[in-house]
């Protein structure tokens, strides 16, 4: 069982910057792939970017491609989303999840992964 719990939402303007952090407990963290997902009002959950249990690969949606960067730190048991030239349809509750599978550039739906966080909402104002 992981514990995932997500921080470093905010409001922001347009253009700005966010970094979200996922700290995880329980099993170790190193053994599990890990993703981001983000889910605005009315639409499906979103697949943003996953992280191998190395941190060695990582692949990011080409909505987000060139703006977003997922790292991890397994030292701290912590995976972060660096979130530059923010636009107003970024704004979501951001998700981060655990996968026991392999890391695959394929995982990229919710059912692809175990665990979840509870989410924080970025907003980002025009």
């Known amino acids: 069982q992981v514990q995932l719990v997500e921080s470093g939402g905010g409001l922001v303007q347009t253009g700005g910057s966010l970094r979200l952090s996922c700290a995880a407990s329980?099993?170790?963290?190193?053994?599990?792939?890990m993703g981001w997902f983000r889910q605005a009002p009315g639409k499906e959950r979103e697949f943003v970017a996953t992280i191998s249990r190395s941190g060695g690969s990582t692949y990011h949606a080409d909505s987000v491609k060139g703006r977003f960067t997922i790292s991890g730190d397994n030292a701290k048991n912590t995976v972060y989303l660096q979130m530059n030239s923010l636009k107003p349809e970024d704004t979501a509750v951001y998700y981060c999840a655990a996968r026991k599978g392999t890391y695959s550039v394929y995982a990229n739906r919710p059912v692809h992964y175990d665990y979840w966080g509870q989410g924080t909402q970025v907003t980002v104002s025009s």
């Open positions: 329980g099993r170790t963290f190193s053994n599990y792939a």
